[in-house]
């Protein structure tokens, strides 16, 4: 049988040595064998005294070893004996089904208690499984401030000679499909002072109340993730508040090269500023792999400083030792990043691709194939419109609802099934238009296809959309 803590004695009677009464003593040393002994309690003893039978805890106390009577003995007291019934089984391994909800004390089963975390939507971070690549699996060149590949991350990337591509990479660590895997390409050994790459995510300011920001009850928030290089070393990550315009930062070390590590940091939440509650950027991590001399010699902001500095650009990279442009054989990669409530890492939230997908085209929408502006398969045929001859000259044709509801009114390009920014097909005589734009747009969509004169009315026309909305 298991038990908790340790492991009871069950039955073990034994008689105390003799006691010799000392007159005017009530406290007497309990030995077996000349060994200390330690009953449970007093109701665990037999206790003779003068032929009598004591009460516990009322004719005598026991603290460890010794027992305690209520008065002093004196000369011609006799203690006849003393019997300790052995340790008693307070706790054992409940049989099955006997332990009922109404045994349960109320507030005593907490998250911590659990083996999971049972909170649904926990992870702050979206597509942090890098599942969902609506722009394409692969980028040959990242750009700054540029979603290029995965969804809901870009980069600050600001280079003399260094590039790098991304792509969406099937080497990932077990239980994980897809990372985020970024390779030099073009090498800058010797960066230059306002050189750096530090790819990013970020978080909306909705509905994160819950994080308690601008109190002094702001939670902490405990990162989680997976990484991978060919360059050991260590490597710094900011956790930027929008509203502070500033930061503070964490470092994790790459100790085997080429293999997968899980890195854990806490963040302490900001107590001196509050969050905005609106559409616009709440949080940014930002993972630094390359910082030029404008980013580093600064004071480290670590993270457990609980009132967030302004911005200062020379702690950016402060404690960042290693430059990831400085060889075309660099590669970093990224999977599972989580951004949760509390002081422990929880198991990585994976969510059903209809629900990340969801999420992701609250800031990017495409109606093509992934990565393919090129597309007529499944596009909506809409019909020009503006006037009630048939034929007749207009310059607008109909619109198009989005899948779902943007963060805001987005940037909408449209696209010929050539690949043509700005194009339209005509069905009926298969005639190209370019230089269209949406109008009208709202976070639902947009009311017409415009472009002076290029629509003629009750003709049918069909193109591609991207909607962007990204922060």
């Not at 260094?162 to 969406?168: L, P, S, V």
């Not at 006037?387 to 310059?395: D, E, H, I, P, R």
């Amino acid at each position: 049988m298991a038990y908790i803590g340790t492991k009871p004695t069950v039955g073990n009677f034994q008689i105390c040595d003799a006691i010799s009464v000392v007159n005017g003593q009530a406290a007497y040393t309990m030995q077996v064998g000349g060994v200390n002994v330690n009953p449970q309690s007093a109701n665990h003893m037999i206790v003779s005294l003068n032929g009598t039978i004591q009460k516990p805890n009322s004719s005598y106390t026991v603290a460890n070893s010794v027992i305690t009577f209520s008065s002093n003995l004196a000369t011609g007291d006799v203690i006849d004996f003393i019997q300790i019934l052995g340790d008693v089984l307070d706790l054992g391994v409940p049989s099955d089904g006997t332990v009922t909800t109404a045994k349960l004390a109320d507030n005593n089963i907490t998250t911590a208690k659990l083996a999971y975390n049972p909170n649904p939507n926990r992870n702050i971070i979206i597509n942090g499984d890098m599942s969902i690549a609506q722009r394409g699996t692969s980028a040959t060149s990242l750009g700054h401030a540029q979603y290029n590949s995965i969804d809901r991350w870009s980069q600050n990337l600001t280079a003399s000679t260094m590039a790098f591509t991304g792509e969406q990479s099937t080497d990932a660590p077990d239980g994980f499909d897809y990372s985020y895997k970024i390779s030099c390409t073009t090498a800058e050994a010797s960066l230059s002072a306002s050189s750096r790459m530090m790819p990013l995510t970020r978080v909306e300011d909705s509905n994160l109340g819950y994080l308690k920001f601008g109190t002094s009850s702001a939670v902490d928030l405990t990162m989680s993730f997976y990484v991978k290089s060919n360059k050991t070393g260590t490597y710094q990550i900011n956790l930027w508040h929008n509203n502070v315009s500033g930061y503070i930062s964490g470092t994790y070390a790459i100790s085997s090269a080429n293999t997968w590590e899980k890195k854990t940091i806490v963040f302490k939440g900001d107590q001196g500023t509050a969050m905005g509650n609106d559409s616009g950027i709440a949080l940014q991590l930002e993972f630094v792999l390359a910082g030029g001399s404008n980013y580093t010699g600064g004071t480290f902001v670590p993270n457990t400083t609980t009132t967030y500095p302004s911005y200062v650009a020379n702690t950016r990279a402060a404690n960042q030792g290693v430059n990831l442009a400085d060889s075309t054989s660099n590669t970093w990669q990224i999977t599972g990043l989580q951004l949760e409530v509390g002081s422990t890492a929880s198991d990585f939230e994976f969510l059903p691709v209809d629900v990340q997908t969801q999420r992701c085209e609250r800031y990017y929408e495409t109606s093509m194939s992934y990565g393919d502006y090129s597309q007529y398969q499944g596009q909506q045929p809409v019909a020009g419109m503006a006037s009630s001859t048939y034929g007749a000259t207009v310059s607008t044709a109909g619109g198009r609802q989005f899948r779902t509801w943007k963060r805001a009114a987005p940037t909408v390009t449209l696209y010929h099934q050539d690949g043509t920014s700005g194009g339209i097909y005509r069905i009926h005589d298969a005639q190209k238009t370019t230089g269209n734009v949406a109008v009208h747009i709202n976070q639902n969509g947009f009311l017409f296809a415009s472009k002076t004169s290029a629509f003629n009315s009750g003709f049918y026309y069909y193109y591609g959309i991207t909607a962007d909305a990204e922060l």
